[in-house]
């Protein structure tokens, strides 16, 4: 179905067409289901959009699942400790795939305010695949809502078959990631290198 | 409430063989602490806890300080004979400082309504003999500041009953608050590196670029 016009006259006329991609990803994309967990400050954002005045139900997403295997999405919302991060990532590994990652805040794309620290994670994006970042201290429940809408828009667009599929219906897909373990100084490993790497410094004073 | 003079004259007279240094504050908040010795540590606490005119029952905050070695430059003059002559000399002198880690707790009377009271517990140094007595027995409040101190300051405090890390995980070795910590090296871009993040950043520059 790739004539838009023909479309367009046809559901004027009554007569809904689609394709079974199309459906298939209307309904994945109207259904995301977040993992109900906060780590910080960014999770009393999260839960003011899911009431009445933000309301997340608008999009679909209000059922806040308290077990990571009924959850598509994870909102890390706040900031990411080295004690807790093999916690988030094992929560991860235990969604059921298609799962999507929302790094909400400063700190959870990036160490924040507290980055020069020794026990924050500069990142979530160092362990688990990211889909949306949302930059803020912390992001206006609004920001929240414009990262799920274009997770909605993604979810849409992804094609069932060939490359950029979802990873669900790519077998060779990596659906768990390693777990990083305690070490006696930082996390063991810092990062996982096929997710993640040192962005090149150019710089030279 | 009695003043620091006179509470130490009572705490030696009470505890037998304790010994009390009043340490001055000269910052504008003039807060002086007693300095109280490892051995009668706790000894000292139960009689300002259960002394029926002192009643400290409430011990707000207990916090570590890392004094490492310092040297310190002292211009001290004396008096010389210099070619038959007597002169006033300057000479500097280096002297260098106890290095040791601290305990701060501060107390206060909810039933008289006094305090703080600022009592402090001193290490032998800062490498091995890092053994303090634990003041959770006489104030139930102490227990996770002093696991706290425990974790960031590497300070043992004997009888504690549960002393354990609480802030960093089990396997943690280091003692991140104090002064000659090393933190890990995980690099994080900077897009304006300063100071001591810039000599940090430089690290990570590419070998070229650095030569």
């Known amino acids: 179905m790739t004539d838009d016009k023909l479309r367009e006259e046809l559901s004027r006329q009554g007569i809904l067409a689609t394709t079974f991609a199309e459906l298939y990803n209307w309904g994945r994309k109207n259904s995301i289901w977040p993992l109900q967990f906060g780590l910080a400050c960014c999770a009393i954002e999260m839960i003011s959009a899911s009431m009445a005045r933000f309301d997340i139900s608008r999009f679909g997403a209000e059922v806040f699942r308290p077990s990571p295997r009924q959850a598509d999405l994870m909102i890390v919302a706040g900031t990411v400790t080295k004690k807790m991060a093999p916690q988030v990532v094992r929560l991860y590994d235990q969604m059921p795939e298609p799962k999507y990652v929302i790094a909400m805040g400063a700190c959870a794309i990036s160490g924040g305010p507290f980055k020069q620290g020794y026990n924050v994670l500069k990142g979530i994006d160092r362990y688990i695949p990211v889909d949306v970042h949302i930059p803020g201290c912390p992001p206006r429940p609004e920001a929240l809502l414009d990262a799920l809408m274009f997770l909605q828009d993604k979810i849409e667009r992804q094609p069932l078959t060939g490359p950029g599929r979802p990873r669900h219906l790519d077998v060779s897909a990596p659906s768990e990631f390693p777990v990083p373990a305690f070490g006696a100084h930082d996390l063991v490993p810092t990062k996982n290198p096929a997710l993640w790497q040192e962005p090149p410094l150019t710089r030279q004073d | ?211």
């Open chain 2, 1 to 211: 409430m009695q003043t620091l003079e006179q509470l130490k004259v009572r705490l030696e007279t009470a505890v037998p063989g304790a010994r009390i240094e009043i340490v001055p504050n000269g910052s504008p908040a003039n807060q002086p602490s007693l300095l109280i010795d490892r051995e009668h540590g706790r000894a000292v606490a139960k009689f300002l806890r259960d002394d029926s005119d002192l009643r400290f029952d409430y011990a707000s905050n207990a916090t570590g300080v890392d004094w490492p070695e310092k040297t310190i430059k002292e211009k001290i003059k004396t008096r010389k004979i210099v070619d038959g002559v007597e002169k006033e000399v300057e000479e500097v002198v280096e002297k260098k400082t106890a290095a040791y880690l601290e305990a701060v707790y501060h107390l206060y009377s909810m039933a008289l309504g006094h305090g703080p009271l600022v009592i402090r517990l001193r290490t032998e140094n800062r490498s091995d003999k890092v053994t303090l007595p634990s003041l959770t027995p006489i104030w139930r409040s102490c227990e996770f500041q002093e696991r706290e101190i425990f974790d960031l300051f590497g300070i043992v405090f004997e009888g504690h009953g549960d002393l354990r890390r609480i802030l960093m995980w089990d396997e943690f070795t280091d003692h991140p608050m104090r002064k000659d910590y090393v933190d890990p090296d995980d690099y994080e871009y900077e897009p304006t590196p300063h100071d001591r993040v810039l000599e940090r950043a430089r690290l990570h520059y590419p070998p070229e670029a650095t030569a």
